[in-house]
């Protein structure tokens, strides 16, 4: 896959691609529906096919105040997205003049005359153009001028525990991640949400009380709800090299303000590998997935309550991931 930045690159790619627009922030199942179906028209077509993105979010351009943590972060989106086969990734930089257009505008004055794609498929919650006032209905109506065919492709899927038909997007996502339904929210995603960070130096008290812990610090994601969860750790030596596969290693993760033995309460995440022997994690990065929520978090009143807990929580968590 090509990685497009640039106006001038832009205007060297191909024009009739078919091709798709959104934040497609988590590539969920909902947006990996949408890249499957631009790669079954390209193929019929014997065309490419391009996904056009924004970095940063939109949101933190238009109202920086209320911007929301990220659920991928663009190293992590662009694996993704080529992982399905997609042949360009436009990443549109600096795009304020852009996402101030009129949706005409930006369909005649950008998107016609820099790609003039052949088609264009999107979710049914499209939206685009100065304050998101352009949807699904204004890309059909606009279309015919533009020359080019507009195809719908479904959000939705069908939860396997709950049999109920369960819609796909970023915000039900964040929502579920908030509440701790880490279950859900994978399920939507297609995998588990996996947060990412460089390793800190802890406290020490797990390694203390014999289940050490490496501590990261998050780099502008959603992170959980407070708690403790079962899930799997991946450790690289850079960024790119835990976004997305690697080995998975089992561990009970926590996330929570220490508020036994620190009465500075900082948010804390920590992860305690199920292993005997664990290498030293210091300076790496890790990436963290949530596979399932085992409690809240709790006072303890003594070293040795934490110490009790924690042994019942591995012993959980050994039984869901082995």
Known sequence: MQVVETEHQIAQLPKGMVITIGNFDGVHRGHQAVLCAIKNIAAQ????????TFDPH?????????AVGILTPTAMKKLLIESLGIDYLIVLKDSLKLLNLSPEAFIHEFLVASLAPSVVVEGADFNFGYGRSGNLDTLRQIAPAARFEVVEVPFEFRDKTSRQLEKCSSTAIRQLLEEGDVRLASQILG???????KTIPGRGVGRQIGFPTANIEPIGQTVPAEGVYAGYVVVGDRLD???FGGLRRPAAI??????TF???????LEAHLLE???ESLAAKWLGLDFMRFLRHQQRFESKDQLKAQIARDVERAERILF
């Open 45 to 52: 077509r014997k065309t490419q096919t391009a996904v056009l």
């Open 254 to 259: 926590s996330i929570g303000r220490a508020k």
């Open 58 to 66: 939109p949101a933190a351009l238009l109202k920086p105040e209320a």
């Open 191 to 197: 995998r588990p949400y996996r947060l990412v960070g």
């Open 276 to 278: 005997n022997k664990v």
């Open 262 to 268: 620190d009465a500075g309460h900082p948010l804390l």
């Open 241 to 243: 090299e835990v976004v």
